[in-house]
Each structure stands twice: as C-alpha cells, then as structure tokens.
C-alpha cells in the first residue's frame, strides 16, 4: 500500500496492480445489498459496511489499465 503497487495471484492468474482510494459511487445500494445477502452474519457485515469503512476502501485496478 506505501508504494501503491502490488501482485495479486488467484485462480492461476498472476497481475501487477495498482491500488487507488475507490471513487465515490453507489456505497448504500452496494451497503444494503450486502447487509442483504448477508443478514445471518450482523457482526461481521457491521464491521466493513456503512461510512466509517469508505475512506479506507480501495480499488484493486490491474497496473496495465492504470
């Protein structure tokens, strides 16, 4: 995260990536999907949804598209 810069390495797959802070958009559709989709887990969900989470989401963007 210092340097912006990563690797990434799942499903076979190996990318140079860069990481940006996400740009704004839909947070609450996205929000209330996943409290949705995941309303069995309060706990959890509680912990990475909602505005106190947003300023640090990142955005995973493969380095030859940045």
């Known amino acids: 995260m210092a340097r912006g810069t990563g690797r ?3 499903g076979g797959l190996e990318r140079d990536v860069v990481f940006v ?3 704004a958009g839909p947070q609450d559709v996205i929000d ?3 409290g949705e989709k ?3 887990y309060p706990s959890i969900v ?3 949804v909602g505005t106190a989470v947003r300023d ?3 955005q995973i963007v493969p380095a030859d598209h940045a």
């Open 21 to 23: 802070h996400a740009a």
């Open 38 to 40: 995941y309303a069995r």
């Open 8 to 10: 990434i390495r799942a």
């Open 32 to 34: 209330a999907a996943y």
């Open 56 to 58: 640090v989401t990142i």
């Open 46 to 48: 509680a912990g990475i």
